[in-house]
């Protein structure tokens, strides 16, 4: 098959990085022909805009609607976005038809990959496949209430006229089928990991930086992932770190990640007078995560009960397991089936509350016979949620999709 993949964000980006890129690189390694066709957050800054990773073409063609240099990301001025906005679309568009295809992933129900999706199948035929692993209405910091209206319809409007819809939530499988989806195309894709990413690193490496971070004699809460207050409610863990911090003088909470709300935790942080006792690395190459991980006595996915963390399903689930770490948050959405029974983090009750997070924590560093069960049940868990079983379950999805369209047996 001939795939292309038309998205939003860039490979380094948590979906792009996390989800988009290994399912790609395995249909490649499946023996498909597969390119990418892309945004990116640092336009400006971007030495390669076209070339080929483990067999996958990655072009980027046009900048991001928000920039993320270094740690910080930025939002961009009404003019300048709507310039933005349409530079992505045609570019995006231009991709999508320089080539026939038989596969058109468009990753995200956004506007601008979903046009040029729409776009391709016109010209090429092929079979336009949806991935919908957010939800996107509610996740987004938005400037004005019509943006937010813009990426509603297309979140709503975009699956009902695709062939293949895919989803990580039962939440978003149910929003999905409440907005008109045809129940026949809609299949539940889950999140998971990438084993040759997140491998063990060498003891050297651990030790240099837990020096670099001062972390000698700490026992580290970790939190690895987007400090975006409106999808990941990091204010919340904060919070909860000051009540830890009371039980165990020792401990130190370790945010890894960048974002737009990195000065208002560091504000928050120094306002409960905890700062002292709170890293922030900022945003880090991907090939050093593995190391941060195994700093970790517990890393923590903070979840209000919304609609934001309802529809999501959290990397950090999959990577923390995979890396022998054990992991917290709440049985908010996606988050309780996916532990397993038993499960294989704790669960915070209820979401939202503080005190209720900085107990569980205090549970899992107080207990090694506890933390020793998660991560035994974490290991045994991770082996359903690899990337390779993923794309074999999408491949089979675009397989029976096409069989169909031609005429054959679904």
């Not at 319809?153 to 699956?159: C, G, I, N």
């Not at 992991?327 to 009750?349: H, I, K, W, Y």
Request: proline fraction near 6%; hydrophobic fraction near 45%.
């Amino acid at each position: 098959m001939r795939i292309l993949f038309l998205l939003t964000q860039d490979l380094e980006s948590p979906s792009g990085l996390g989800r988009f890129w290994p399912l790609a690189r395995e249909l490649a390694g499946n023996g498909h022909q597969v390119r990418i066709a892309t945004l990116h957050s640092d336009w400006a800054g971007l030495v390669e805009r076209r070339f080929e990773k483990e067999g996958v073409h990655i072009e980027y063609v046009a900048p991001m609607h928000v920039q993320k240099i270094g740690s910080q990301k930025r939002y961009y001025s009404f003019l300048k976005l709507s310039s933005v906005i349409l530079r992505a679309t045609w570019a995006l568009c231009r991709a999508a038809l320089a080539a026939p295809v038989d596969v058109i992933q468009v990753g995200k129900p956004h506007p601008m990959n979903g046009l040029a999706g729409l776009l391709a199948r016109r010209v090429h035929g092929g079979l336009l496949c949806v991935d919908c692993d957010d939800y996107e209405a509610q996740i987004n910091r938005f400037g004005a209430g019509w943006q937010r209206q813009v990426v509603a319809y297309w979140e709503r409007r975009l699956p009902r006229l695709a062939q293949v819809v895919t989803t990580h939530t039962q939440f978003m499988h149910d929003n999905l089928l409440a907005w008109g989806c045809a129940p026949e195309k809609l299949h539940y894709l889950s999140n998971g990991v990438d084993r040759g990413r997140f491998t063990q690193p060498e003891p050297g490496e651990v030790a240099a930086l837990r020096q670099q971070l001062g972390l000698q004699g700490k026992r580290v809460v970790a939190y690895l992932g987007s400090l975006s207050q409106p999808s990941h409610p990091v204010d919340l863990l904060v919070k909860a770190f000051q009540q830890v911090l009371g039980s165990i003088p020792e401990a130190v909470l370790l945010l890894v990640g960048g974002g737009e709300d990195v000065k208002p935790l560091q504000a928050l942080a120094l306002h409960l007078g905890i700062d002292r006792a709170v890293r922030f690395s900022g945003r880090v190459p991907a090939a050093q995560v593995p190391a941060y991980y195994a700093l970790a006595e517990v890393t923590v996915d903070p979840v209000h009960d919304d609609d934001a963390a309802r529809g999501r399903s959290p990397l950090k689930m999959f990577e923390s397991w995979v890396m022998g770490v054990p992991f917290v948050t709440s049985p908010v959405g996606e988050r309780l089936r996916l532990a397993g029974d038993p499960p294989a983090c704790r669960m915070a009750t209820p979401a939202g509350d503080p005190q209720a997070l900085a107990q569980v924590i205090l549970e899992v560093l107080s207990s090694a016979e506890l933390a020793d069960t998660l991560v035994q049940r974490g290991a045994q868990r991770v082996e359903e949620y690899t990337w390779d079983r993923l794309a074999g379950r999408l491949e089979a999805v675009y397989q029976a999709a096409l069989r169909g369209k031609h005429g054959g047996n679904p």
